[in-house]
């Protein structure tokens, strides 16, 4: 088999993939479409994902219906105010052993490949941080001991708007460990009488799983693979430096507004994002429109307000419009 056809063989199975998870996940998941593609598209770029929205909107609902089409072990973690570190990453205990004390490693819920940190603004910032190595590093330590996390390993986090009673922001550096952050917004029309016929019948649909833990890991590592170069290439450096206070391009409402730009993560996570939106249209190539698609959840948490946009009540969602309209 050539080269160019072995390509081509890889790319159909990934769109293949990509299909059957979508399939899956409408079993049980009512619209969002645009959701469902950016938790995927996340996923295969081999990232976290932070959901934001009100609760009753079937987040939690996503992550795990994404868990059984995938075949994923799977954990969930309820964040409260009173959720300790050690709940979380687990903990060293005094066991004995045959008349014998010694510690013994209790692993937490983040040992798994899908976790699940539900309300995740809701626990304190001491808690919030140690998820920071497990993102970062796919490994936890311990009473001075690491311990390596299974591929693949992923956070999605579910969060509440701030507004809300009993939230706690996330810090910066928390969030830039996302990848993206995807904002689910409430139903309506049809799709919310169709969420009532699916929840109020006598039982509700559970898709099957469609994919394995390895066929992940080899679809993750195609999508790096995918060739980045020419106008899309140069477009992710241009619409980050565009998120900067008076960096190239951007638009004099980012400089009076924006404290902080995207950082290079920002970069890495329009380039990955725009490598599986490729890959899901059939294409071993980035296509400047696969970026300016993925940049909205890629970039939304990494734009910091400054004093002057948050007391004026700047949305970071129109900044965004502006930066995609100043690089066009």
């Known amino acids: 088999m050539s080269e160019r056809a072995e ?20 079993v049980s998941i009512v619209g969002q479409e645009e959701v469902v593609d950016q938790v995927l598209t ?16 079937g987040k ?8 059984r089409a995938l075949g994923l072990r799977f954990s969930r973690v309820q964040c409260t105010p009173d959720l300790m570190p050690g709940d979380v990453t687990g903990t060293t205990v ?3 052993e045959g008349g014998r004390r010694a510690f013994s490693f209790r692993p937490g819920p983040v040992f798994t490949n899908l976790l699940l940190a539900d309300e995740v603004n809701r626990a304190t910032p001491k808690t919030q941080s140690a998820l920071l190595e497990a993102m970062e590093e796919k490994s936890v330590t311990v009473g001075g001991e690491t311990h390596r996390l299974e591929e693949p390993f992923h956070v999605l986090a579910t969060q509440n708007p701030l507004e809300m009673e009993g939230t706690f922001p996330l810090p910066e ?21 169709r969420i009532v016929d699916r929840t109020t019948g006598a039982a509700a649909p559970v898709p099957g799983r469609m994919l394995d833990g390895a066929l992940v890991v080899r679809l993750q590592r195609l999508v790096r693979e995918v060739v980045l170069e020419g106008p899309g290439r140069t477009l992710v450096a241009r619409i980050v430096e565009a998120t900067a206070p008076g960096g190239p391009g951007a638009p004099a409402s980012v400089t009076r507004f924006v404290r902080f730009g995207a950082s290079p993560r920002g970069a890495q996570a329009l380039a990955l994002g725009a490598k599986v939106r490729a890959l899901g249209a ?40 502006e930066v995609l309209a100043a690089t066009a």
């Open 7 to 26: 390509v081509e063989r890889e790319v159909a199975g990934f769109r293949r993939a990509w299909a059957d998870l979508r399939g899956a996940l409408a």
């Open 42 to 57: 996340a996923f295969f770029a081999g990232g976290h994902v932070l959901l934001e929205g009100v609760p009753g909107l």
């Open 60 to 67: 939690t609902l996503l992550v795990r219906t994404l868990a």
């Open 94 to 96: 005094l066991v004995d």
């Open 173 to 193: 550096a928390q969030l830039d460990r996302f990848l993206f952050k995807v904002l689910v917004r409430s139903p309506g029309g049809e799709d919310l009488l």
């Open 282 to 321: 059939g294409r071993s190539h980035v296509a400047a429109e696969d970026v300016r698609a993925v940049a909205r959840p890629a970039l939304r948490h990494r734009l910091l307000l400054n004093f002057e946009g948050e007391a004026e009540g700047v949305s970071v969602e129109s900044l965004l419009d």
